[in-house]
């Protein structure tokens, strides 16, 4: 299922409702996480996948390569 990756509050109890800045769907939060989102993620540049990246992305490799980048929790 291809997830609501950012979803927006449109008010307050009792008019709870939701939007997803992607597909745009409104609905309360039970109904906008029922469904798929039907956007569609463009391919990666590096991997090709959609809409996450190949385990094997050497994109991903590339950015945390970099000596700036620290992993939480690593030491």
């Known amino acids: 299922m291809n997830p609501h990756n950012w ?3 449109l008010g ?3 008019l709870d409702n939701w939007e ?3 597909c ?3 609905g ?3 109904q906008v996480r029922g469904v798929p ?3 569609e ?3 990666c540049d590096y991997c090709g996948e959609t809409p996450e990246c190949a385990i094997d992305c050497k994109g991903i490799a590339k950015a945390l390569s970099d000596p700036n980048i620290y992993i939480a929790g690593q030491h």
């Open 7 to 9: 979803l927006s509050r």
């Open 12 to 14: 307050k109890p009792p």
């Open 20 to 22: 997803c800045q992607y």
């Open 24 to 26: 745009k769907l409104v």
């Open 28 to 30: 309360p939060m039970e």
């Open 37 to 39: 989102c039907t956007y």
């Open 41 to 43: 993620y463009p391919p």
